[in-house]
């Protein structure tokens, strides 16, 4: 099936240039429509990005020696089992075949990753006055000298925005993407109460992070041994591991407590799968005593 | 078989007529090329090649008659084998004002004038902690690849060149801390980490991770410590490492606190500021990692360690 040249069965945001440093392998998310008749085919061509994604892919197979983490299975399952989120869809896709057949034998971890933040942008669509903003309206500080932008914090849901005089505003603080949603809503109600015509266009999720405890202590040096070309641990600058995921693409700081942070995802989903795959490899390097 | 050894050794090669296989020597007071085999002298006047003047090095001697300057360095420059012309001596390079006649010296080598300049404050830097020419030239080589990358060229080229030092060392097998590198550079330690991970990605290499053992012997010969206290020392640090008694705790840090302890255990007791101060630690961090190790004290001290303070009387903070 020639991925690259029929660009129109694909969903928006999923067509790859060729040249591109995105993987040709659609990535799976709850937006794929049904009966796209997609089956993850492997990586065709060979820029370094699929061949770290290979790497990464063949560790965690060596970790474990047992079938491949079903990546498109643990997605099934999760984006399914979403608690305070608004499922889009309530049955799994059918005609998702994966790449390696038969059952994982090993099961989830049992553990969901908790939303800790999300960052998100929206555009007002008008051009502001900061200054009367930060007069008129409740709980804004405004100090040009500083920066360029009315910080303004609202309770509930408990967020800071910043608010820009080109219009464009940048909420964080939110738990979860409809909080955010809700919040940059109430923003934007503010300034238009305040007299601006404000409109609600382009409101983009750009970044979430999470945490979660796998509950036992690692051992960061053995993770780093092993998993060079991803890890960076450097006790002198900074007491966590840095783990940089190829697909999906997301840091994670591991911590020889056995937490877990995880950050740069754009949908819930790659937090969760992130997870899912880092969890059998943070297994291998349990600290024994 | 005669003619493919001919066309790959093409250059004209001396050899003695009658005995091709010969290898000539050289007689270099006569300078001639001599067949050990039949006594024919095969090439003469070859070109000596030792130098033109024996020079002794003795105060206020007149002007070096040598006149080959420096040896090159072809690794490290762009090996330009350009001519530059010296400033004149005597009085007819000076037009009438003073000022000299021939000025142009400004643009020797601009391609790399940035590169000779950061070798110059890496050899500065080197220096003031005394570290030894592999290591120097070790770093040298990896700003040449850095700099060729041009991955890092918005970075100020003293971040690039603390940064090459301290991977220098760390490849070596003969770490500096990040404190250390800042101590010699004007470079904040946030900017030369950041440089770091930079190189370490665009070079596509990787170091080894820092064990306490690697500072003992330089923390312990700055304080004044005898062999036997570093030894100690050393045989704490690793023994609390694999107890896993200091979880999460920078091998600095575990490194100090056990300098610390064996320091108190022996005849030299050392101050927590002052192990604080070389190691470059904070002296409540030392003290953190002193608590985490009190407890087992007795199982870290090495077998044959000569108390003068025993192990119940240490300090405890």
Redesign the interface.
Known sequence: MEQNNSLTPFPQGLASPPGAMTPVMPIFSPTMRYNTGLTPQPVQNTNSLSLLEEQQRQQQQQQQQQATPQLYHSQVSTTTALPGNTPVHTTPLTPMTPITPATPASESSGILPQLQNIVSTVNLGCKLDLKTIALRARNAEYNPKRFAAVIMRIREPRTTALIFSSGKMVCTGAKSEVQSRLAARKYARVVQKLGFPAKFLDFKIQNMVGSCDVKF?IRL?GL??TH??FS??????F?GLIYRMIKPRIVLLI???GKVVLTGAKVRAEIYEAFENIYPILKGFR?T? | ILKTSRQINSLPKVQCPNHPDAILVEDYRAGDMICPECGLVVGDRVIDVGSEWRTFTNEKATNDPSRVGDAQNPLLNGGDLSTMISKGTGAASFDEFGNSKYQNRRTMSSADRAMLNAFKEITTMSDRINLPRNIIDRTNNLFKQVYEQKSLKGRSNDAIASACLYIACRQEGVPR??KEICAVSRISKKEI?RC??LI?KALET?VD??TTGDFMSRFCSNLGLPKQVQMAATYIARKAVE??LV??????SVAAAAIYMASQASAEKKTQKEIGDIAGVADVTIRQSYRLIYPRAADLFPPDFKFDTPVDKLPQL
Do not use: A, H, N, W
């Open positions: 202590p040096e780093v041994l060079q070309q960076s641990y450097e006790p002198e600058l007491p911590f020889v407590s600290k005593t | 801390t990040f980490g770091f991970k370490l990787s991770l820092i107890l896993d979880p999460g705790r920078s091998p600095i």
